[in-house]
């Protein structure tokens, strides 16, 4: 049933998320894959950027594989230095949820360290950047996609923080890959009535994206209390 849950959360955190999105995104989809003009370059970025949110999930959860609660030995007696690890690691994931959360509530400002993430330091990332604005190849689209979705976001660090307690490489890499595919809705309708009715809502939609941030951390801290204690 968690599981389930978590599935659900995510898709709906990038489904809400939207409205951040189309503030943050939106300036680049219409410069980049809108200027072609055509629905194949749309497709193309945004598989890139999907490609890049499984890749990432899929380090994190691979990273923090084994964190299955059921896996946890409930004696702190018994915690191993590898299960005292891990279960660190699921706290720190826990605490950066909380703090996407509270960012997305305006009770906290954004971390400053998420810049360092910037695609542009990428190796070729300015050259491929030249190639699409001077409209050369539609395919590197694809890899501007792959880039940019490095973008330094809290929405997608957030969820790249869930995926590191997934418990498993490819669990990682769903729950990424959900959270991307709950972005794709306003992205895709952006400009349309669709999408300024999310632009609209930003403020509303991004309180409850907040709230989800927060109670998955809330559910994270419990799994890890209940391994401790």
Same mark, same amino acid.
Do not use: I, Q, T, V
């Given at each position: 049933m968690n599981e389930n849950l978590d599935v659900i959360s995510m898709l709906l955190l990038g489904l809400l998320g939207s409205g951040h999105c189309l503030g943050m995104c939106g300036p680049l989809v219409i410069a980049l894959p809108g200027q072609f003009g055509r629905w194949s370059a749309h497709l193309l970025y945004h598989l890139g950027r999907l490609c890049t949110y499984t890749l990432m999930g899929f380090l994190m959860g691979g990273l923090g594989s084994g964190w299955s609660p059921s896996d946890w030995p409930l004696e702190p007696v018994s915690l191993s230095w590898v299960t005292r690890l891990q279960i660190a690691m699921a %706290?720190?994931?826990a605490l950066f949820l909380l703090l996407f959360g509270l960012n997305?509530?305006?009770?906290?400002?954004?971390?400053?360290?998420l810049s360092v993430a910037s695609p542009a330091k990428i190796p070729g990332f300015q050259r491929i950047m030249h190639s699409v604005m001077k409209r050369n190849r539609i395919l590197h689209v694809y890899f501007i996609g792959l880039m940019l979705g490095l973008l330094p976001?809290?929405?997608?660090?957030?969820?790249? %923080?869930?995926?590191l307690a997934a418990g498993s490489t490819l669990r990682g890499g769903l729950l990424a890959l959900m959270f991307g595919l709950g972005t794709l809705p306003g992205l895709l309708v952006l400009g349309t009535g669709i999408g300024a009715l999310l632009r609209s809502y930003r403020e509303q939609t991004e309180l409850v994206a907040g709230l989800i941030m927060i109670g998955m951390a809330v559910m994270l801290m419990a799994d890890v209390g209940a391994a401790i204690f």
């Open positions: %706290a720190a994931a997305r509530l305006a009770l906290l400002p954004e971390p400053k360290w976001c809290g929405l997608s660090y957030a969820a790249f %923080a869930r995926s």
